[in-house]
C-alpha cells in the first residue's frame, strides 16, 4: 500500500516519521517545500501537488490548518480530487466543521472514492510518541482499509458513525480542553501570586482529584516559559469557533466555550497567535 501525506506542521512531521517507520512507501506535499526536506532525508518522496499525491498514493491523509485549506487540497486545480482513482481513499485528520466533512463525503462518493474524517487528539507529545486518539466518521468498510495505516502513529482508533461524526467527536474533545487549560491558567496564575513553589505544586496535584492532561503536558512548559507551539493558539481559536457555531445549530448555549474563545481570540491579537495554548498564562503573567 502506498500512502500519501500533506501538511507536514507540528503533528504532521511525527506521524510521517511513524509511517515511514511502518515500511510504507510514503509520497508527500506541503504549500511550504522546505518543511518536508528532513522527511526526504529518511525516505519521503516529494512531489509537486495533492493532485500528484493522488495519482500515485492508495491512502492519501491530510491534516492543514483550516476549513479552506482543506478545500483548496482537495477541490483546487491541483487538488486531490483531480488526481483520485477508482481505490482512493482520503483521510482528513484537520479539525474542521462537520458540514464540510459531509460534503466531501458526498463529492467522494459521486467519484467512488472512500473518504474518513478522523480528526485527531494527543498534540505533539502523542503525535511524536506514536500514539495519538483517532476519532472517526465514515463507512466502516474503508476506515478497515486504512486502519494499518492509521495504526502507525496512533494508540486508538474509534469510529463515532457516519461521515460528520468524527469532527463532532474532536468538537467535544476541544471544548473539554478549553476548560482544562483555563483551570490550568488560572490555578497558576493564583499559586504564583500566593508565592508557591510551582513544580512541588503542578508535582502534587497532578497525583490527585484534579490531575489532568492539559496540567501533565502544559504545566511544566509554563513553569519553564516554554510557549512553543504542541497546538497553535489561533487553530484553538478556530477549534473554539467551529465548537460555538455548532452549538448554536443545536440551540445550546455554552458558557465556558465562550469565555475559552474570547480569552484565546485577545491572546492571539496581542501577539500570540502563533504560540502554543499553554500561552494563556500570558493573560494573567509574561
Same mark, same amino acid.
Given at each position: 500500500?502506498? !500512502?500519501? %501525506?500533506?501538511?507536514l506542521?507540528?503533528?504532521?512531521?511525527?506521524?510521517?516519521?511513524?509511517?515511514?517507520?511502518?515500511?510504507?512507501?510514503?509520497?508527500?506535499?506541503?504549500?511550504?517545500?522546505?518543511?518536508?526536506?528532513?522527511?526526504?532525508? +529518511?525516505?519521503?518522496i516529494?512531489?509537486d501537488?495533492?493532485?500528484?499525491?493522488?495519482?500515485?498514493?492508495?491512502?492519501?491523509?491530510?491534516?492543514?490548518?483550516?476549513?479552506?485549506?482543506?478545500?483548496? !487540497? *482537495?477541490?483546487?486545480?491541483?487538488?486531490?480530487?483531480?488526481?483520485?482513482?477508482?481505490d482512493?481513499?482520503?483521510?482528513?485528520? #484537520?479539525?474542521?466543521?462537520?458540514?464540510?466533512?459531509?460534503?466531501?463525503?458526498?463529492?467522494?462518493?459521486?467519484?467512488?472514492?472512500?473518504?474518513?474524517?478522523?480528526? !485527531?487528539?494527543?498534540?505533539?507529545?502523542?503525535?511524536?510518541?506514536?500514539?495519538?486518539?483517532?476519532?472517526?466518521?465514515?463507512?466502516?468498510?474503508?476506515?478497515?482499509?486504512?486502519?494499518?495505516? +492509521?495504526?502507525? %502513529?496512533?494508540?486508538?482508533?474509534?469510529?463515532?458513525?457516519?461521515?460528520?461524526?468524527?469532527?463532532?467527536?474532536?468538537?467535544?474533545?476541544?471544548?473539554?480542553?478549553?476548560?482544562?487549560?483555563?483551570?490550568?491558567?488560572?490555578?497558576?496564575?493564583?499559586?504564583?501570586?500566593?508565592d508557591?513553589?510551582?513544580?512541588?505544586?503542578v508535582? #502534587?496535584?497532578?497525583?490527585?482529584?484534579?490531575?489532568?492532561?492539559?496540567?501533565?503536558?502544559?504545566g511544566?512548559?509554563?513553569?519553564?516559559?516554554?510557549?512553543?507551539?504542541?497546538?497553535?493558539v489561533?487553530? %484553538? !481559536?478556530?477549534?473554539?469557533? +467551529?465548537?460555538?457555531?455548532?452549538?448554536?445549530?443545536?440551540?445550546?448555549?455554552?458558557p465556558m #466555550?465562550?469565555?475559552?474563545?474570547k480569552? *484565546? #481570540?485577545?491572546?492571539?491579537?496581542?501577539?500570540?497567535a502563533?504560540?502554543?495554548?499553554?500561552a494563556?498564562v500570558?493573560?494573567?503573567?509574561?
Amino acid at each position: 500500500m502506498k !500512502v500519501g %501525506f500533506i501538511g507536514l506542521g507540528v503533528m504532521g512531521q511525527s506521524m510521517v516519521g511513524h509511517i515511514l517507520d511502518a515500511g510504507y512507501e510514503l509520497f508527500v506535499y506541503n504549500r511550504t517545500k522546505s518543511k518536508a526536506d528532513n522527511l526526504v532525508e +529518511i525516505g519521503a518522496i516529494w512531489l509537486d501537488s495533492p493532485r500528484e499525491v493522488a495519482e500515485q498514493a492508495d491512502v492519501v491523509i491530510t491534516i492543514v490548518g483550516y476549513p479552506k485549506d482543506i478545500e483548496e !487540497v *482537495y477541490y483546487g486545480e491541483q487538488g486531490l480530487f483531480n488526481g483520485a482513482h477508482s481505490d482512493s481513499i482520503f483521510i482528513d485528520m #484537520t479539525t474542521s466543521t462537520p458540514s464540510l466533512a459531509i460534503e466531501l463525503a458526498e463529492k467522494s462518493k459521486e467519484r467512488g472514492i472512500g473518504i474518513l474524517d478522523a480528526p !485527531v487528539t494527543g498534540g505533539d507529545v502523542g503525535a511524536r510518541e506514536g500514539r495519538l486518539a483517532v476519532l472517526v466518521g465514515g463507512d466502516e468498510d474503508v476506515l478497515e482499509k486504512a486502519r494499518p495505516v +492509521i495504526e502507525s %502513529f496512533a494508540a486508538s482508533i474509534t469510529r463515532f458513525g457516519e461521515s460528520g461524526a468524527g469532527q463532532h467527536a474532536k468538537v467535544v474533545n476541544q471544548i473539554m480542553v478549553a476548560g482544562t487549560m483555563l483551570g490550568l491558567a488560572e490555578m497558576m496564575a493564583y499559586a504564583k501570586q500566593a508565592d508557591l513553589d510551582l513544580t512541588k505544586l503542578v508535582d #502534587t496535584i497532578g497525583a490527585g482529584a484534579a490531575s489532568n492532561r492539559s496540567l501533565e503536558n502544559y504545566g511544566p512548559r509554563i513553569i519553564k516559559k516554554d510557549y512553543s507551539p504542541g497546538f497553535f493558539v489561533k487553530h %484553538f !481559536v478556530k477549534d473554539l469557533k +467551529i465548537a460555538l457555531d455548532e452549538a448554536e445549530k443545536m440551540s445550546l448555549d455554552l458558557p465556558m #466555550t465562550q469565555l475559552a474563545h474570547k480569552l *484565546y #481570540t485577545q491572546l492571539a491579537e496581542i501577539g500570540h497567535a502563533d504560540e502554543g495554548t499553554q500561552a494563556i498564562v500570558k493573560l494573567w503573567w509574561d
